[in-house]
Each structure stands twice: as C-alpha cells, then as structure tokens.
Nanobody
Framework: QVQLVESGGGLVQAGGSLRLSCAAS????????MGWFRQAPGKEREFVAA????????TYADSVKGRFTISRDNAKNTVYLQMDSLKPEDTAVYYC?????????????????WGQGTQVTVSS
C-alpha cells in the first residue's frame, strides 16, 4: 500500500522559511516523478514543484521559482520542499504526490498517489 506522509508545515512570518518533508513507502518510485501541489482557501489546487526521482531533474511554478527548492533523499525515500522568502500568498495546504511511472508533468492527472496535506500559514 502506497503511503505519502507530509510533515513540516506550520505558521511562519513573511520572509521566513519552512522545510516540508514527504516520506514515501509501499512501492518503488525510481521511475516516478514526485510533486508538490498546494491549495489555498477558495482556490483550486495548483502545481508548485516536481522532481524526477531517478535523475533529480526539477521544475517549478513561476510563482515559487528562486524561493523554493525541491530535493530528494533516495536512502530515506523522502522528498523535501525547502521554502524560503515566504509570502502571505504562499499560505495553503501543501500536498505531496507521486506520479505514474515514466510520467513527467505539472498536471494533477499525472499523479496517482497523494498525501493528506500539511498546512502552511504565512503571516504578514
């Protein structure tokens, strides 16, 4: 059974930093992409960042480029999202997701497995 468990959310002031973690288990993710998405109150869920598990190739939404960094630790089967220079508009529930094998996409439809989400709140 595939499980994705996020942690690391919380309340932070604007300009601060947080690091989210996503512990993955239940299958081999070598040929998959891992993504972070977020959903703010009253808005649709949106893509934040993704990483290819095997190669480490990354891609980011324009709104977070230069501020957020996605990475993975193969030994720990964990994906991270380092968030720096946080803004109030980054406030959202952040979700970790695992794609179907050999998929590389910013769209939710490419991701088969989802975590439960972790709340990030940035105060002004």
């Amino acid at each position: 059974q595939v499980q994705l468990v996020e942690s690391g959310g919380g309340l932070v002031q604007a300009g601060g930093s947080l690091r989210l973690s996503c512990a993955a288990s239940g299958r081999t993710f070598t040929n998959c992409a891992m993504g972070w998405f977020r959903q703010a109150p009253g808005k649709e869920r949106e893509f934040v960042a993704a990483i290819k598990w095997s190669s480490g190739v990354t891609t980011y939404a324009d709104s977070v480029k230069g501020r957020f960094t996605i990475s993975r630790d193969n030994a720990k089967n964990t994906v991270y999202l380092q968030m720096d220079s946080l803004k109030p508009e980054d406030t959202a529930v952040y979700y970790c997701a695992a794609s179907s094998p050999f998929r590389w996409s910013v769209y939710e439809s490419a991701y088969d497995y989802w975590g439960q989400g972790t709340q990030v709140t940035v105060s002004s």
